[in-house]
């Protein structure tokens, strides 16, 4: 960083966005030979957290920020991953994407997230929408979301034919 800044950003990606006991974290090592940046949506694929590129079934969750690994900027391969999977944090939003403050949350196959991804998370809503936030440790702005992840109120259908 090369110099200071006058005010600090509201949050950063992967930050926790409240402090709701209600929540839950696992840990799962990374199974991603790329680097799994804070705040985005992984899926989990033989016990390991890997990029929604890598085909698999359900997201995981959501990488949370963690202040050991942060001046790498993110999770590297063998890493120990924190996922959210229920609770209330802040992602990472696609280049140009857009974001609906109480509509579903889909996300693309690098992790981030909009309202026009190709993948629809189950039971995650937006709780704002796409906020832009001063650089962080490398200077570089980013946009993020809030999102509540095993929302009661966003429950995916899920269709079962009867033989």
Do not use: C
């Amino acid at each position: 960083m090369s110099g200071y800044v006058y005010e600090m950003s509201a949050a950063f990606a992967g930050m926790l966005a409240d402090t709701n006991r209600q929540k839950h974290v696992k840990t799962l090592p990374s199974g991603s030979a790329t680097q799994l940046r804070f705040g985005i949506v992984v899926h989990e694929l033989a016990g390991k957290a890997v990029l929604p590129s890598v085909a698999s079934s359900v997201p995981a969750g959501i990488t949370v920020h963690d202040h050991i690994d942060a001046v790498k900027g993110g999770y590297d391969q063998y890493d120990a991953v924190n996922v959210l999977d229920s609770g209330t944090i802040w992602a990472r939003v696609t280049n140009a994407g857009t974001v609906t403050k109480g509509g579903p949350v889909s996300y693309a196959s690098d992790g981030t997230v909009s309202d026009g991804g190709a993948n629809l998370f189950p039971n995650a809503l937006f709780e704002s929408g796409a906020i832009s936030m001063g650089g962080g440790f490398d200077e570089t702005p980013v946009v993020l979301a809030q999102i509540r992840l095993g929302h009661p109120l966003a429950t995916t259908t899920v269709v079962v034919e009867e033989p």
